[in-house]
Structures are given as structure tokens and as C-alpha cells.
């Protein structure tokens, strides 16, 4: 069965600083994973994801992911966080029919 | 940009009650899935459909979940008899295909059970 972990609950940076969220996943076969963000009492929004190809995926809002495949981590990055990023993040890994959700990791940008 | 859509955007119900949570998936997607999120807990899957029946279900949903596409354009979840621990926001997604493409989730329906 797949699984993914985000290790940390709740991330602070500083406004203009670099972010990075971190995610790692089990699964067998090829991963497919997700990044989705959920801002309060919305749904959930996607973000990026990885299917094959280059390591470094680029997604929305000035986010990327890099995909690591010998530490099964794909941590989300962003080189200059807003204050407007901050929400809840999520990894998901794509077996099947379904997605499979880490726990969540909130992120916090402080001026 | 075409979204997901989902009625009612909360909802209070009676322990025992029926609910019938609605959503409109994006219009040229083949699957369509529930999610829920318990509060303070992960989003987990519930079931996906396609071609008018269910092709995958976790062991949250038992007999007194079930979804139906009434018509093109609607996709429901139904709760027979709600427990309290039923309590959670309940989100649709939906695909244009099944394996490593994007689900696009609908803002979500929040269920007190009372």
C-alpha cells in the first residue's frame, strides 16, 4: 500500500526567505505525486505534480518540487516566500483510483 | 478556468438523518471521486467512479455510503443513516483520466452530525 509522510507540522519562515516543505512517499511502481494547497475554508488547489521526466517540476505561483527517487522525498520549494503563502500543504501519491494524502504541513510567513 | 462545484457548502444534520451531498464535476471529466477530512486529520479517499459505476472504494465507505450520476452533470454521495463520527468536510474531485493525472477537488461540503 502507498503512503506519504510530511514530517513537519508547521513550517515559519520570513517573508522574501526560501521555503522548502518536506514529503516523503512509499509506493510501488512508477510515483505520481502531488502538491496540493489548501487556503481556509476552501478546497483543495493544485499546485504541481510529477509524473517522469526532469527531477525539478515547476507549478504554480513560483513553486517547484524536486523529485528524488533514492530518497523517495519530493519536497516543495519556493526560492522568495509571500505572506500570501501562507496556508496548509499537502503531498499526495497517485495509486490506482485514488490519491493517498500525507498529514499536512502548515506553512507560516511572517513579515 | 472550469471548476468543481459543490451544494451545500454546509450542512447540519440529526444523527440517523439522510444527506445527500452534491457536487458538479468539470464537464468534460470521465472520474470522479469523494474525499473526506476529518477535522485536524488527512484527507482521505472514499471512492471514484467512472462509466456509471464505482471503481474503487476505501473501507470507509460501506453500505451506508453510495454515489450516483443522476444526470450529466451531477455526481452525489448519500448517507443512509449519519453517525456522529460522520462529521467531516466531504470534497469531490474530478479527472480527465485515471492514473497519474490531475484530480481537481470542489471547495468541499462541511457535515455536522448532531
Known amino acids: 500500500a502507498q503512503s506519504v509522510a510530511q514530517p513537519e507540522d508547521q513550517v515559519n519562515v520570513a517573508e522574501g526567505n526560501p521555503l522548502t516543505v518536506k514529503c516523503t512517499y512509499s509506493?510501488?511502481?512508477?510515483?505520481?505525486l502531488f502538491w496540493y494547497v489548501q487556503y481556509p475554508n476552501r478546497g483543495l488547489q493544485f499546485l504541481l505534480k510529477?509524473?517522469?521526466?526532469?527531477?525539478l517540476v515547476k507549478g504554480s505561483y513560483g513553486f517547484e518540487a524536486e523529485f528524488n527517487k533514492s530518497q523517495t522525498s519530493f519536497h516543495l520549494k519556493k526560492p522568495s516566500a509571500l505572506v500570501s503563502d501562507s496556508a496548509l500543504y499537502f503531498c499526495?501519491?497517485?495509486?490506482?483510483?485514488?490519491?493517498?494524502f500525507g498529514g499536512g504541513t502548515r506553512l507560516m510567513v511572517k513579515p | 478556468e472550469p471548476e468543481v462545484t459543490q451544494t451545500p457548502s454546509h450542512q447540519v444534520t440529526q444523527m440517523g438523518q439522510e444527506v445527500i451531498l452534491r457536487c458538479v464535476p468539470i464537464?468534460?471529466?470521465?472520474?470522479f471521486y469523494w474525499y473526506r477530512q476529518i477535522l485536524g486529520q488527512k484527507v482521505e479517499f472514499l471512492v471514484s467512479?467512472?462509466?456509471?459505476?464505482?471503481?474503487?472504494k476505501s473501507e470507509i465507505f460501506d453500505d451506508q455510503f453510495s454515489v450516483e450520476r443522476p444526470d450529466g452533470s451531477n455526481f452525489t454521495l448519500k448517507i443512509r443513516s449519519t453517525k456522529l463520527e460522520d462529521s467531516a468536510m466531504y470534497f469531490c474531485?474530478?479527472?480527465?483520466?485515471?492514473?497519474?493525472?490531475?484530480?481537481?477537488f470542489g471547495p468541499g461540503t462541511r457535515l455536522l452530525v448532531l
Open positions: 464537464s468534460n471529466h470521465l472520474y
Open positions: 467512479f467512472y462509466n456509471n459505476e464505482i471503481s474503487e
Open positions: 510529477y509524473i517522469t521526466g526532469d527531477n
Open positions: 499526495a501519491v497517485n495509486a490506482g483510483n485514488m490519491l493517498t
Open positions: 509506493v510501488s511502481g512508477n510515483p505520481y
Open positions: 474531485a474530478s479527472s480527465r483520466r485515471l492514473v497519474g493525472e490531475t484530480q481537481y
